[in-house]
């Protein structure tokens, strides 16, 4: 008998500071803070169903029509941690079948484990009852995935304790502060990475010189002063740094050993591109990062989103780059 079902949605989100290493591999806890933006429910989106039956005998993941392995240490940390703080079915066993699908492609540097598990989190805290915090269970899942779990912009704090209590996301400012500001994403290449994140951040933690001060001072330092920038809307400032931020990730990686590059040819003609033209008009009209692919994401004013496309369209005639906007709407995870 099936005695729950639910089905909800979860966005992606796009860090414009970047984290980037962990100090603790089981519990997913950062070497850093890290900031993001929250793209809308209709673009860049998972959405997960969860059944839970008297008759299913163990539990079942599907990640786009696949079956995944559901004993991987990710999974089970998430469920545990959530059937530990259930308020319902609590006393009724059961096992649960999960599908969860994304309407972009997996895996390719478009943040797909960040809307993944915030959406599989969301969704079982949903049907559990689970009261409180639950971004630290998304957390558990991938680090990135705290941050979708609400909308506007949003930090992880990096936090000081073990258990990684205070290791959650909180926002910084709803969507409705800077609803003029959006988020094209340019699809450069939706081909799966050669190095996982996870990986790569373990190896740069490792071996990369630049981590020390990254994390120690460059960090803290920009978190502090885009919060400001968000709060006052000062996009020159906010396009600065996150441009900024993203050059400094880029180049963790490739101090990293062995060397691990993201980007491409065409990532690099954009980026000099975005440089080119905001020194031709005389300020920040637009600024791009980077993620751990080639893929570009566009962070810019509404008013400057026509010229700007134009200028893509001009450079990439006929190229299969897709765009996606963040536009006036509240982005949290929906039922
Ligand atoms: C970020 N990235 O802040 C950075 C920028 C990629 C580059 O978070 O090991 O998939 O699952 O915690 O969350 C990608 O890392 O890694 C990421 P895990 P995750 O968005």
Same mark, same amino acid.
């Given at each position: 008998m099936v005695l729950a079902s639910i089905t909800c949605t979860a966005p992606v989100n796009i860090a414009v500071i970047k984290y980037w290493g962990k100090r603790d591999e089981n519990i997913i806890l950062p070497l850093n803070s890290s900031l993001s933006g929250t793209l809308h429910q209709d673009d860049l989106k998972t959405t997960t169903t969860i059944v839970a039956s008297e008759d299913y005998t163990e539990d079942e993941l599907y990640l786009n029509g696949k079956k995944e392995d559901i004993n991987a240490v990710r999974y089970q940390n998430v469920l545990k941690m959530i059937r530990s703080r259930?308020?319902?079915?609590?006393?009724k066993k059961h096992c649960v079948h999960i599908a969860s699908i994304n309407n972009f492609p997996t895996?390719?540097?478009?943040a797909s484990s960040a809307s993944g598990y915030c959406c599989l989190v969301f969704s079982l805290a949903q049907m559990y009852g689970v009261e409180g915090d639950i971004s630290a269970i998304a957390r558990l899942g991938?680090?990135?995935?705290?941050?979708?779990?609400?909308?506007g912009f949003v930090k992880w704090e990096m936090g000081v304790k073990e258990d990684g209590s205070d290791s959650i996301a909180i926002q910084v400012? $709803?969507?409705?502060?800077?609803?003029d500001m959006n988020i094209i994403v340019l699809v450069v290449n939706d081909k799966k990475k050669e190095t996982s994140s996870t990986d790569g951040m373990q190896k740069s933690a490792a071996t990369s010189v630049m981590m020390k001060e990254r994390c120690a001072v460059t960090v803290p330092n920009r978190m502090r002063d885009i919060e400001e920038a968000i709060n006052k809307k000062d996009f020159q400032t906010f396009g600065d740094i996150t441009m900024k931020d993203s050059d400094d990730f880029h180049e963790v990686c490739a101090t990293t050993t062995p060397p691990i590059y993201y980007l491409n040819d065409t990532s690099r003609y954009i980026m000099n591109l975005i440089h080119r033209y905001n020194k031709l008009s005389g300020s920040v009209k637009c600024a791009y990062t980077f993620d751990a692919g080639p893929n570009a994401c566009i962070y810019l004013p509404a008013e400057n989103t026509t010229e700007v496309l134009s200028l893509f369209m001009k450079h990439f $005639?006929?190229?299969?780059i897709q765009t996606y906007y963040r536009g006036p709407k509240e982005n949290i995870p929906s039922i």
């Open positions: 259930a308020t319902k079915l609590m006393d895996a390719a540097g478009l991938s680090g990135s995935a705290c941050r979708s779990m609400y909308g400012q $709803p969507e409705s502060h800077w609803p $005639p006929g190229d299969n």
